[in-house]
């Protein structure tokens, strides 16, 4: 899995059949806890999970399993190793990618209440200086952004907005900024007629939302899947505060070079802006795939759809939903990576599983072996 901000998913295509739609939308409902594993399946998660930390050599890692109506979360290592304070199981890292997921839901969401259209027209939309230098722009529509085939190159990939994070890294950069990146550069691609990863999508989602609604994007999704799902450990980064921390997060995030948690990697955007706990984000997945109650039958029907352009293999994606292939069936969910931080979250419907990893070190290709560790010790008897 390889996403990031360059978070890449992957998915093999599931038959959706329809479904009754939750009373959950936009009102709050109660959330039951659901039962424990056993004792003798947390156990074992948790000594995988503390084995794995110190075999990797990771500060440490966070992971929660819902399985068929029962969970488990855990912890190993160090949320911050200056000052010795060990990893809790509800802490909240930077989820990096994944947010996408959630953007995208939203969006969704606001199609559902009449908003905009998924195949509208954006270009009107657009700031008069971005209408004749943003590619594709005349022909762009939600759902080329949502599911990466606008052709808009990534601004990640410039060398000026690099350039620029080298000098000033702990700057905060709006969305205009970083879109200012890709302002005049050639598509990658004639509109709907290609498929390549690229934030950019999701920084215009963020300027969109609130060019449409008039509220922010950071207010939509707490509107619209925050409050309602309850997931009070689940925030935007700059844009919704918190005491204590860095900005309100507690944990300090790692690469081979040490402590970047301050390194503002276009935090808050909405290409890789929230800071989650574990259970808010495995809340969030059962509610969107499991008991499918966050979108109507059509609208996840749409968002489950693969761009045929998109790779089968590691890469398969519909509307901000990547597909693919695990041990274990097939999987649908995102990953993300960003300054220091890691994450992952997973759907496996064959399981009836969810799985959130949460790591605070971006240079260890673990979640693969993670995720397969953990899945491999509840249900490894079966294949």
Known sequence: MIFRHTAALLFLL??????????????RRSVHAPDALSEQQRHTLQAF???????????????MVWWQGRQWQGAAGWADLTHKRPMQPDDALRIASVSKLLVATTVLRLVEEGVWGL??????????????????????????????????????????????????????????????????????????????????????????????????????????????LAMSGTFTEIHEKRSGGFGGLQV??????????????????????????????????????????????AMLQQMMTIHPESPEQGQAYGLGLGRFETPFGTAWGHDGSSAGFQSDLTYLPDQEMVVAILVNHEDRDVITDLFEGIVERLVGDAF
């Open 49 to 63: 999970l503390e084995q794995f930390r110190k075999d990797s050599g990771l500060p440490g890692v966070v992971a």
């Open 252 to 297: 300090r995030g790692y690469n081979d070079n040490g402590d970047v948690t301050a390194i503002n990697d276009a935090l808050g955007v909405g290409d890789g802006g929230l800071i989650s706990d574990a259970g808010g984000l495995v809340r969030f997945m059962t509610a969107l795939l499991h008991e499918r109650r966050l979108l109507t039958p």
């Open 119 to 228: 195949d509208q027209p954006l270009f009107p939309l657009l700031p008069d200086v971005w209408q004749p230098s943003l590619a594709n722009a005349r022909h762009l529509t939600l759902r080329h952004l949502l599911g990466m085939s606008s052709g808009i190159p990534d601004y990640l990939d410039t060398d000026t907005y690099n350039d620029s994070l080298d000098r000033d890294p702990q700057r905060t950069r709006s969305r205009e900024e970083l879109l200012s990146h890709i302002l005049g550069k050639q598509a990658d691609y004639r509109v709907g007629e290609g498929w390549s990863y690229s934030n950019s999508n999701y920084v215009l989602l963020d300027f969109l939302v609130e060019r449409m609604t008039g509220s922010p994007l950071h207010a939509q999704m707490r509107r619209l899947i925050f409050t309602p």
């Open 14 to 27: 599931l038959s959706i059949s329809p479904f009754a739609v939750g009373e959950l939308r936009s009102e």
